[in-house]
T-cell receptor, first 114, second 110 residues
């Protein structure tokens, strides 16, 4: 039972570099989302997807891109990393977020941009 | 946008004590989640509830829809319960994910 798998667990980037955070789930969930967690703040939604081929912006989408070519995978791309993107990133999946269903989270990616 | 407030922000207690963490929200919801995050660790779902009360082992979660309030209780607390407890809500009506509280940092001392 893998659940939600995120890679890498840790990453250091230089300002201006790009990278992709990987997220995969094996529960056949339609809904997947990316959050960032910053000290003193609750997790905030970056982007989400309600199914393959469908994505939309969350609360803090600037500087990030996503795509959903398969049900299983939902990668998050940082186009040109900035120190303000230093954060812990969590991927999550669930059956039906609007109607309320249990959310499953990855282990997180701790990203530092220098 | 739903506002989710948790209290207390920090809580230190002795092993064996009964613990209560509170969560209030501003707008009607379809479901409320209690999550647990150990230091440096991932986030684990403890409960999802839309009414009443749920129990799992030493953990109990209650929700009062009319008062827009939920509580998480831990009975016979243990040092391994030390973690951040996060309340999150589905506001419903759309697929815009969860709205999170800032979390309650709980330390149980032996």
């Amino acid at each position: 039972n893998a659940g939600v798998t995120q890679t890498p667990k840790f990453q250091v980037l230089k300002t201006g570099q790009s990278m992709t955070l990987q997220c995969a789930q094996d529960m056949n969930h339609e809904y997947m989302s990316w959050y960032r967690q910053d000290p003193g703040m609750g997790l905030r939604l970056i982007h989400y997807s309600v199914g393959a081929g469908i994505t939309d912006q969350g609360e803090v989408p600037n500087g990030y891109n996503v795509s959903r070519s398969t049900t299983e995978d939902f990668p998050l791309r940082l186009l040109s990393a900035a120190p303000s993107q230093t954060s812990v990133y969590f991927c999550a999946s669930s059956w039906n977020p609007a109607g309320g269903s249990e959310a499953f989270f990855g282990q997180g990616t701790r990203l530092t941009v220098v | 946008k739903n506002e989710v407030e948790q209290s207390p922000q920090n809580l230190t207690a002795q092993e064996g004590e009964f613990i209560t963490i509170n969560c209030s929200y501003s707008v009607g919801i379809s479901a409320l989640h209690w999550l647990q995050q150990h230091p440096g660790g991932g986030i684990v779902s403890l409960f999802m509830l839309s009414s009443g009360k749920k129990k799992h082992g030493r953990l109990i979660a209650t929700i009062n829809i009319q008062e827009k309030h939920s509580s998480l209780h831990i009975t016979a607390s243990h040092p391994r319960d030390s973690a951040v407890y996060i309340c999150a809500v589905n506001s419903g009506g759309g697929a815009d994910g969860l709205t999170f509280g800032k979390g309650t940092h709980l330390i149980i001392q032996p």
